[in-house]
């Protein structure tokens, strides 16, 4: 990258707080770059942090509860003009590929090291495509942000209602959502708990706060 004379302005939007701190924190100690706020949602970010003259990339999550979900996140912070970095535990080439058609400039895994997010927000800065940890699932386990909300919900042990409380969907949405995710994973006609032992097993929750797989029920297959 060309030497900079000013430090980049990066604005992190991300709910939940730990993850939050830990990626300004990681932002900050490069001198290259200059975080001008943090936020647990695109509500809450001020309207003079959302124009180009006072933020040069904007870092987004893909999971913002009761307000965006999945690319919904990315439509609503693209308008701002301003280069956006998605950085999601959602890192399937899927949901890239939609990320990127909705006008994001880099796509990064939460699971990748923080220096491949701070090459991710110089590059976006400079007009440059870079993404990093990206999975590449089988075709059929290749959910929507959406349904994969969703599916990590139903792991979390939510029913239909509370999960359309959650994402502010209607309830009949949700439960087309859990159709349309089993049908994606081979889960047709079983249970809601075999969707929920697939989420753990994709890692979308911890193991010890979903409930008990279905015998026989066993994982989506990733490519090697």
């Known amino acids: 990258m060309a030497h900079e004379l000013h430090p980049v302005r990066v604005l992190v939007i991300d709910d939940h707080e730990l993850t939050r701190s830990g990626v300004v924190a990681e932002l900050k100690a490069d001198a290259r770059l200059e975080v001008v706020g943090a936020f647990g949602s695109i509500r809450t970010v001020p309207l003079p942090a959302t124009e180009p003259a006072n933020t040069d990339v904007v870092i987004v999550d893909l999971s913002l509860p009761n307000e965006a979900a999945g690319i919904q996140a990315v439509e609503r912070v693209v308008p701002w003009g301003i280069p956006v ?3 999601t535990m959602f890192a399937t080439s899927m949901i890239r ?3 990127r058609a909705a006008g994001a400039s880099a796509f990064v895994s939460k699971r990748s090291a923080a220096l491949q997010l701070i090459d991710a927000v110089l590059s976006a800065h400079h007009g440059v495509y870079f ?14 942000p959406a349904e994969i909300e969703v599916a990590r ?16 969907r209607p309830k009949r949405s949700v439960d087309g959502l859990i159709t349309s995710a089993q049908r994606k994973l081979g889960l047709d006609g079983r249970t809601r ?3 929920a032992a697939w989420a753990v097993r994709a890692g979308l929750v911890p193991g010890d706060r979903a409930p008990p797989a279905p015998t026989g029920v066993r994982p989506a297959p990733r490519a090697p």
Do not use: T, Y
Request: charged share 25%.
């Open 97 to 99: 590929d939609q990320a």
């Open 193 to 195: 708990s075999s969707l």
């Open 131 to 144: 993404e990093a940890g990206i999975e590449f699932l089988d075709d059929h386990a290749q959910l929507s």
């Open 85 to 87: 970095v998605v950085c």
């Open 153 to 168: 919900r139903v792991a979390q042990g939510m029913a239909s209602p509370e999960i359309a409380r959650d994402l502010n």
